[in-house]
């Protein structure tokens, strides 16, 4: 069966300071993989999705990028946090190339910005 | 654009049944979604139809569908405590990718 991992669960981090969230897919292959934000516990804004190794694609412009350096692992990161960058992070995956299979989330990163 | 509408809060006794209501904007929404968020949680998919479905039950679990209104609703039997929590309804569209556009959530609240 597929699982998706997200870590770390909780982070605090200085305004200023580098980010770096990690998410990972197991058993399948070529997911659509998607990192989503949640502001104040309700609705969700896309971030990033991927198709493929390399392919990132931005839906919102921000202080946040996205890399896929292999099948099944994508990867947030920030430069320089802003305060503005507090929130909680999912990462998501469907089944590539097969439209409306649905999204699978990750249990999230609840990020902290002091 | 699409635009995917909740009521925010549901309060409702153990035992009693629950039913969250959601209004979508897109007609060319292929499938529509529910989803369960507990606190500090991620989201865990709950159920799903296909838009050319009027309903969908699975046990406890009753989702309708009126494509005409764009209204979707689920309905929960037997409401227990342990299904307090944010219910999600997003919808999805054909595409390259997986284009998904959730709703507001509905914060369900289940009195003993």
């Known amino acids: 069966s597929q699982t998706i991992h997200q870590w770390p669960a909780t982070l605090v981090q200085p305004v200023g300071s580098p980010l770096s969230l990690e998410c990972t897919v197991e058993?399948?292959?070529?997911?659509?993989l998607y990192w989503y934000r949640q502001a104040a516990g309700r609705g969700l804004q896309l971030l990033f999705y991927s198709v493929g190794i390399g392919q990132i694609s931005s839906e919102v412009p921000q202080n946040l990028s996205a890399s896929r350096p292999q099948d099944r692992q994508f990867i947030l990161s920030s430069k320089k946090l802003l305060l503005s960058d507090s929130g909680f992070y999912l990462c998501?995956?469907?089944?590539?190339?097969?439209?409306?299979?649905?999204?699978?989330f990750g249990n999230g990163t609840r990020l902290t910005v002091t | 654009g699409e635009d995917v509408e909740q009521s925010l809060f549901l309060s409702v006794r153990e035992g009693d049944s629950s039913v969250i209501n959601c209004t979508y904007t897109?007609?060319?929404?292929?499938?529509l979604y529910w989803y369960k968020q507990e606190p500090g949680a991620g989201l865990q998919l709950l159920t799903y139809i296909f838009s050319n479905m009027d309903m969908k039950q699975d046990q406890r679990l009753t989702v309708l569908l009126n494509k005409k209104d764009k209204h979707l609703s689920l309905r929960i039997a037997d409401t227990q405590t342990g299904d307090s929590a944010i219910y999600f309804c997003?919808?999805?569209?054909?595409?390259?990718?997986?284009?998904?556009?959730f709703g507001t959530g509905t914060k369900l609240q289940v009195i003993p």
């Open positions: 058993g399948t292959s070529n997911p659509n």
């Open positions: 997003a919808e999805s569209y054909s595409g390259g990718y997986q284009k998904v556009t």
């Open positions: 897109d007609s060319s929404s292929t499938y």
């Open positions: 998501a995956w469907s089944t590539g190339q097969v439209n409306n299979s649905p999204l699978h």
